[in-house]
């Protein structure tokens, strides 16, 4: 769960300075201007939180047609291609590592649907991506800045050489909801056996399986439909599996195990397997505690509740090792229905940002009571 990151993932400031040199001395801004109009979007939110608005072309159709990308240095490789326009190529290491989360799916007296989640990791930079892609859903999604490896002194909001480099962030989403109400969320499964499926289809890794999701999938039943077509890769040298949830309320994990991907209903996921497999069971004991407490609440929860629900599992009530200090960096209450959600980070639950799908700039922040 807790573990600190030892690699990083995508390291190629130096080739982005390069691409930003070529771009102020031939001036193409037909090549580069969406890019440069994403990276200015960029602004710093709170210590450790940032923002950014993308509205075109980000290269995923391309990716896709190429036949995706079976590890996250692969996703490197193209990101830099894609960010330079075809003039760089990248030479990339990967990030492992691991970490502990929860999430469930409820719905409210009035039978609205609501998908809260907590992502656990040691302390780091987060963002939240807005995105209308050219061909797809728009969507909002989080992502862990940790995952870009820049290394110290890194600004997300700062020069245009390290603002540029920051729109990788829309290839590793960690969870994220779009236009449709499919909500996606990404957690570590039960043990550290990676999935490499090789059957023939195009790859996808873990994060670029969310990206794929909330740009190309409507509900569960599509999203589902979606991931048979490809051979899934794990992200930074772990397990993973995905819960799914969509307006309608049907509610899924996603496991992958010996190969196969395995679906199973549950409105509460954590980070133990629960496919009734070989593997069912398998985790920690926290995460067996965490699931069953979130389990335990049986009646209506609507964002308030689901929030409290999500406080009630954070890393805050859970002692801590030696040497390896986790937090839930942020907790998000997704609703579906109305296309919005809450956003809480690093355990401040007295005040959140109110997330909004269909309106630029919708991150505002208010106190919660």
């Known amino acids: 769960m807790n573990k600190h990151p030892k690699k990083r993932l995508l390291q190629w400031a130096c080739g982005c ?45 391309k990716f896709l047609a190429a036949g995706g990308a079976a590890s996250d240095g692969e996703v490197a ?11 760089l190529r990248a030479d990339s290491s990967v990030q492992t ?5 929860s999430a469930i799916c409820t719905q409210d007296a009035h039978g609205i649907t609501f ?88 790859d996808l890794t873990t994060t670029t399986a969310i990206r794929l999701l909330l ?36 509610s899924v994990v996603v496991e992958y195990v010996d190969g196969e991907m395995l679906v199973t209903e549950t409105r509460v996921v954590t980070n133990h ?9 398998v985790g920690s004991a926290q995460s067996h505690l965490r699931y069953d407490t979130l389990c ?19 890393q805050k009530n859970y002692p801590q090792t030696e040497g390896s200090y986790e937090k839930t960096m942020w907790s998000i209450v997704y609703c579906p229905e109305g296309r919005c959600a809450d956003f809480y980070f690093a355990e401040q639950y007295s005040s959140g940002y109110g997330l909004l799908l269909q309106e630029k700039g919708s991150f505002i922040k208010r106190e919660t009571g």
């Open 215 to 250: 740009d190309r999938a409507a509900d569960v039943d599509e999203a589902i439909a979606l991931l048979l077509q490809y051979d899934m890769h794990s992200s930074i040298g772990a397990a993973h599996h995905f819960a799914l949830a969509d307006a309608s309320g049907k």
């Open 77 to 87: 490789q193209y990101l830099v291609s894609f960010l330079s326009r075809g003039l």
């Open 296 to 314: 335990a609440y049986s009646g209506p929860a609507g964002e308030r509740e689901v929030r409290d629900l999500l406080e009630s599992v954070a």
């Open 17 to 61: 300075l390069a691409a930003l040199l070529v771009l102020s001395a031939a001036g193409a801004w037909a090549m580069f201007g969406p890019l440069v109009t994403a990276a200015n979007s960029i602004k710093k939110l709170e210590d450790g939180l940032y923002c950014m608005e993308y509205s075109g072309d980000y290269g995923f159709d």
């Open 115 to 202: 998908f809260g989640r907590n992502y656990d990791w040691s302390q780091c930079q987060a963002m939240i991506v807005h995105t209308k892609p050219q061909n797809g859903y728009e969507s909002i999604s989080t992502c862990c800045l940790d995952f870009l490896g820049f290394g110290e002194g890194y600004a997300p909001d700062g020069s245009m050489m390290e603002r540029i480099p920051t729109l990788a962030a829309i290839y590793v989403p960690l969870d994220g909801m779009n236009e449709k109400g499919l909500v996606v969320a990404d957690l570590m499964a039960g043990d550290h056996v990676e999935t490499h499926q090789q059957t023939g289809r195009p």
């Open 97 to 101: 590592g691991a970490f502990g989360c």
């Open 273 to 281: 397997y629960l496919s009734d497999c070989s593997k069912q069971g």
